[in-house]
């Protein structure tokens, strides 16, 4: 299954099965489930302004994870850093995830203050990075530009092809 988000009239943000499983996989459906995130890779697509989540970073031992709270340790900047040498410079990065323990859920001050130190801070291909939540029930996706326009992003549909 793919998840696609519109982001513009003329961009969509897709997540591939592989990247999917991997955020659900950490889903805090159980009372003592930690909180739990990393960052986004995948790519810009050359013949479109489509942006693919290919696959993500998980927990590390060095992160702080507690049921209502995460701290996204730098060895996640290093797994991005190596995955783009893998890749030859193709593998970017595009924002971070993390869970929260309630089904639908919604950003609270810690995370919108972590995303814009994300934007302003971070180095990124593109005008704008992503920063999905996962709840118990569904995932959530907002975005945030260089430019400092915050919105959520709306479903588009499943299982279309790139």
């Known amino acids: 299954m ?3 988000y519109r982001v513009t009239p003329k961009q969509r943000l897709i997540i591939v099965e592989h ?19 990393g960052v986004l890779l995948g790519r810009h697509l050359l013949d479109s302004r489509d942006v693919v989540v290919d696959e993500v970073s998980t927990p590390q031992s ?30 970017a990065y595009l924002g971070l995830w993390h869970t929260h323990p ?22 990124y291909e593109g005008d704008r990075l992503f920063f999905p939540i996962v709840g118990t029930d569904c ?7 260089r430019r400092g326009t915050y919105r959520e992003l709306k479903l588009e549909n499943k299982n279309v092809e790139i």
Do not use: C
């Open 2 to 4: 793919k998840l696609v």
């Open 139 to 145: 995932i959530r996706i907002w975005t945030l530009s």
């Open 62 to 91: 060095s992160d702080r994870r507690s049921r209502y709270g995460f701290f996204r340790s730098s060895k996640h900047e290093l797994l991005a850093r190596q995955r783009w040498l893998e890749e030859n410079s193709t593998s």
């Open 19 to 37: 990247a999917l499983k991997q955020m659900q996989a950490f889903a805090q459906h159980r009372s003592g489930d930690r909180e739990a995130g």
């Open 102 to 123: 309630e089904p639908d859920p919604t950003p609270s001050g810690v995370d919108q203050r972590d995303w814009q130190k994300a934007v302003t801070g971070d180095t």
